[in-house]
């Protein structure tokens, strides 16, 4: 069992998403869980969907594109490549999340 220390307002939030799962934890918790992992998954299909435009653009995945930004090799003057290093970096952070949620 967890025993959760809340403030008034979070106490009063939490009780009412509780009430919206007739009351049942575990609905409760499952439900953000799944909400959490669709947010995750939806993001990292809109970010290889946006990383797709890069790579067709430069031609090169956006893995050696990365790799070959992290070490100096492109110019980070360039506005697209400062877009395409941040939204790869959010991707990778993504599918840790999913990873560690999947185990």
């Known amino acids: 069992m967890i025993k959760l220390e ?12 509780l009430k919206k799962h007739n009351n049942d934890e575990n ?17 990292v299909k809109n970010l290889k969907i946006d990383l797709a435009y890069f790579e ?7 893995e050696e594109f990365y ?11 360039n506005n697209d490549f400062m877009q395409w ?9 993504y599918l840790d999340q999913l990873k560690e949620l999947e185990e």
Request: proline share 0%; no cysteine.
């Open 27 to 43: 609905s409760l918790i499952n439900f953000i869980f799944n909400y959490h992992t669709n947010q995750l998954k939806k993001g």
């Open 6 to 17: 809340l403030n008034n307002k979070s106490e009063k939030l939490f009780k009412k998403l």
């Open 85 to 93: 290093s941040g939204e790869y970096e959010i991707l990778l952070d």
């Open 67 to 77: 790799k070959a930004f992290v070490q100096g090799k492109l110019a980070d003057e």
């Open 56 to 62: 067709n653009k430069y031609e090169m995945t956006s």
